[in-house]
């Protein structure tokens, strides 16, 4: 990491003494000063404010000298916003993006304004179950959601929030799944968080007779772990709850059954254990979990063996060990569940644009999802227009693959078709 021009750390400290501190962990002025205003008003906000000067001083310099240390500011306050929600973050979690939070808002709105309303319907014509179960599903409008590698449970929270408001969907039900117990435990917390703040429904009555929604803060964050330890299905989850966190590694056993889900949304570890130390920040390397940011085989108990089968096999069967793509290894599974369930929608967030071509290029090889889904890459802030110079199509083994929105490419979108209805994506000839 470059050092800080003397001069820069002069102006810095012209305006304020912490300033250099903060621009330390920043590397640029403008960001130094609005970071140390947020330190500031933290310290301000605190329960227990510092009784006097001298002692607010001493609490802002320890933060300011957190934060020179390339510790990110969300960490050192304790959340991050997220759409109208309020994330609480802390070391072992992945740290909420807006790049996340854009596609998340877009996909709601799509949702919403019944874009999706065709894909979703479908879907319980697919579907194995009854045809009264079927019949009902729809005319409650009910939604069912999977959030796969759900960490913080931002993406969970913020989707269920916008489609709750809405008042289309009135019966939603999230599920988000997380190798990680300390991704599993703050989720439960920003659960509990949100519910107190208002955005989200209270929880209803339990089997039990107890009412959730007359539990806050300890007491709810009990009540939640007690529901876990029932076993309901193979996950223990709750039929009847809203939306709900469970510790679950996807390699070692697929969701049964998975076909229940309308949409799968996935922000898997992406990033391959080369790129992880060229790519990434000095902040993120240092900080933030490498389980939720690379996939290696060692991250996941009795993961190995099928992890390093899927490597070698793939390798073998290229010629090539190069594009055997350890940052991959997600998207696979991921494509196996959808491909056996009936789900409507699967996105999954990417690195960049050659992931993404990766990415779509398993899709479209696969029997049964290239053949019945069409495909969109949506890029950082897909509801807006394509800035100059970003191309609005690429060509995937003979398919022309739209691209939406402005910025990096940043997530690939499947949505299940009908048949007659495959043209759409396909090359012109």
């Known amino acids: 990491?470059?050092?800080?021009?003397?001069?820069?750390?002069?102006?810095?400290?012209?305006?304020?003494?912490?300033?250099?501190?903060?621009?330390?962990?920043?590397?640029?002025?403008?960001?130094?000063?609005?970071?140390?205003?947020?330190?500031?008003?933290?310290?301000?906000?605190?329960?227990?404010?510092?009784?006097?000067?001298?002692?607010?001083?001493?609490?802002?310099?320890?933060?300011?000298?957190?934060?020179?240390r390339a510790e990110p500011l969300q960490y050192i306050l304790g959340s991050q916003p997220f759409g109208e929600l309020d994330i609480k973050c802390r070391p072992g979690v992945l740290i909420p993006r807006p790049e996340t939070e854009a596609y998340t808002t877009h996909l709601a709105e799509l949702l919403i304004d019944g874009s999706l309303d065709e894909q979703l319907f479908s879907l319980f014509k697919r579907t194995s179950l009854g045809r009264g179960r079927r019949k009902a599903l729809i005319l409650r409008n009910e939604l069912r959601i999977l959030d796969v590698c759900s960490g913080s449970g931002c993406i969970s929270l913020l989707l269920h929030t916008l489609l709750s408001k809405s008042n289309k969907f009135p019966n939603i039900k999230t599920l988000g799944l997380d190798i990680s117990p300390k991704a599993v435990a703050l989720?439960?917390?920003?659960?509990?968080?949100?519910?107190?703040?208002?955005?989200?429904?209270?929880?209803?009555?339990?089997?039990?007779?107890?009412?959730?929604?007359?539990?806050?803060?300890?007491?709810?964050?009990?009540?939640?772990?007690?529901?876990?330890?029932?076993?309901?299905?193979?996950?223990?989850?709750?039929?009847?709850?809203?939306?709900?966190?469970?510790?679950?590694?996807?390699?070692?056993?697929?969701?049964?059954?998975?076909?229940?889900?309308?949409?799968?949304?996935?922000?898997?570890?992406?990033?391959?254990r080369s790129s992880f130390f060229s790519t990434t920040s000095h902040s993120v390397q240092k900080y933030e979990p490498r389980l939720a940011l690379v996939p290696e085989a060692s991250s996941y108990a009795g993961s190995e063996r099928w992890i390093q089968r899927y490597m070698d096999c793939k390798a073998m069967r290229k010629g090539d060990a190069e594009l055997a793509q350890d940052a991959d290894i997600f998207y696979r599974q991921l494509l196996r569940i959808y491909d056996r369930s009936s789900s409507s929608i699967l996105l999954m967030e990417v690195g960049d644009q050659e992931q993404a071509i990766r990415v779509i290029r398993l899709a479209v090889l696969k029997k049964h999802i290239g053949k019945t889904n069409?495909?969109?890459?949506?890029?950082?802030?897909?509801?807006?227009?394509?800035?100059?110079?970003?191309?609005?199509?690429?060509?995937?083994?003979?398919?022309?693959?739209?691209?939406?929105?402005?910025?990096?490419?940043?997530?690939?979108?499947?949505?299940?078709?009908?048949?007659?209805?495959?043209?759409?994506g396909k090359k012109q000839s």
Not at 35 to 63: D, G, I, N, Y
Not at 219 to 240: F, H, M, N, P, S
Not at 393 to 406: D, L, M, T, W
């Open 187 to 272: 989720a439960d917390e920003n659960l509990v968080f949100n519910i107190s703040r208002g955005y989200l429904p209270a929880l209803p009555r339990s089997k039990g007779g107890k009412m959730g929604s007359r539990l806050k803060g300890h007491k709810l964050l009990q009540y939640l772990k007690k529901q876990k330890v029932r076993e309901e299905g193979v996950l223990g989850i709750d039929a009847t709850a809203p939306i709900q966190f469970r510790e679950h590694d996807i390699f070692t056993s697929l969701l049964r059954p998975p076909r229940d889900y309308n949409i799968i949304i996935s922000n898997p570890p992406y990033i391959s």
């Open 374 to 424: 069409r495909v969109e890459i949506w890029r950082d802030y897909p509801a807006q227009e394509a800035q100059p110079g970003e191309e609005q199509e690429v060509e995937v083994e003979g398919r022309v693959i739209p691209v939406n929105g402005a910025g990096k490419m940043r997530s690939v979108v499947l949505f299940r078709v009908k048949k007659e209805k495959m043209g759409v």
């Open 1 to 68: 990491m470059p050092r800080l021009p003397h001069s820069l750390l002069l102006r810095a400290h012209k305006q304020s003494t912490l300033l250099p501190l903060v621009l330390q962990g920043t590397r640029d002025l403008p960001s130094a000063i609005n970071e140390l205003r947020w330190l500031t008003e933290h310290v301000q906000s605190l329960p227990s404010p510092p009784p006097c000067p001298r002692a607010f001083r001493k609490r802002l310099l320890h933060l300011c000298k957190r934060r020179s």
